[in-house]
């Protein structure tokens, strides 16, 4: 399998000045993952687990109060290895305009409210596309929509004049207008009802089942990572704790706070009460020793209390960061 992006002991961090006293928000603390191409990889968590932190530091945004603390995000394209930052800001921008493309949450933090969906699409495309007439771009606008099933007359609309999931569509189509090679989803199903969802998530998969190309996808629906997702990242007080291939994860959870995830589904037909994970998520400004999870974990070890665990691999294909594995 051929890696499309790759992040090395990764740490990016908030750094707050609350009343003269600085204050540090672990949001990612020393991830190592390797995303391949023509998969799915989700990333799943509660929230302010570090997600969508991660995904701004794989996409290079690292603007204050949050920083780069350590660590490397390797591109990898046309048989050539980028480090994103080794690069000056213009240089990083122009690499991910070439083959990656950022999904944000909500439509509305990329749809200017005040103009047509069709002007978004040009200034989208002349920023990227130079020597063509404004005619043009709408025109490869219209095909786009039509190829993936969106009916282009909505290039003539506002934004507030289309529902939710319509604008959610509308915002994929843009992110995928230049067939970029790699697509980051930050939790594009959120505040949608089950059925838009749908569509949301049909839209996604037929893109990258046309375009064989690959989506970190973001959210911590779990329902929506086992639909979406090939493989699959959980993440928990900024740290990855389990990674697994989708069927593997689901049918054989390792880390006690991955089973109370998936646990917590509803289940056609069971009737039982649903368990979570007892307790809240801990401060990222302020964790326990150890391992993060162990105050919530009715599980926990002594050495659990003191000692952090490694990810490793136990099995093939499936990571965990547990000292139950190592008892086992």
């Known amino acids: 399998m051929q890696t499309v992006i790759s992040t090395k002991e990764l740490k990016s961090y908030y750094v707050l000045d609350v009343f003269g006293r600085e204050k540090v928000v672990k949001a990612v603390d020393d991830i190592n993952i390797d995303v391949y191409e023509n998969e799915i990889y989700g990333i799943a968590g509660e929230s302010g687990c570090g997600k969508s932190t991660l995904l701004k530091a794989i996409f290079g945004i690292i603007d204050p109060p949050l920083r780069l603390i350590a660590g490397k995000v390797l591109y990898f394209h046309n048989e050539q290895v980028y480090d994103l930052y080794s690069l000056n800001s213009d240089s990083r921008r122009s690499l991910r305009w070439k083959f990656i493309s950022y999904v944000p949450q909500g439509s509305m933090n990329v749809l200017n409210p005040v103009v047509k969906i069709k002007e978004t699409f040009k200034d989208f495309l002349d920023s990227h596309l130079k020597g063509k007439t404004k005619n043009e771009y709408y025109e490869m606008a219209k095909e786009h929509l039509t190829n993936l099933g969106l009916p282009p007359k909505i290039l003539e609309a506002y934004p507030h004049q289309l529902s939710g999931g319509m604008r959610q569509r509308v915002t994929i189509a843009l992110a995928t207008l230049l067939n970029p090679k790699i697509i980051i989803a930050d939790e594009p199903t959120t505040a949608l009802d089950v059925v838009t969802q749908r569509g ?78 007892p307790g809240s998520p801990p401060s990222l400004a302020a964790l326990p020793p150890g391992c993060a999870f162990h105050p919530r974990c009715p599980y926990a070890l002594e050495k659990c209390k003191s000692e952090i665990p490694a990810l490793r691999s136990y099995e093939p294909d499936h990571k965990t960061a547990c000292w139950l594995m190592e008892e086992r």
Do not use: C, W
Request: proline share 5%.
């Open 200 to 277: 949301v998530i049909q839209l996604l998969r037929d893109i990258q089942s046309t375009l064989m190309n690959t989506i970190v996808l973001v959210t911590h629906d779990m329902g929506v990572q086992a639909t979406m997702s090939t493989r699959i990242a959980v993440m928990y007080a900024g740290k990855i704790i389990e990674e697994a291939p989708t069927t593997k994860l689901f049918q054989d959870p390792k880390h006690p706070y991955t089973r109370y995830l998936i646990h917590s589904l509803p289940k056609f037909g069971d009737k039982s009460k649903r368990s979570s994970a």
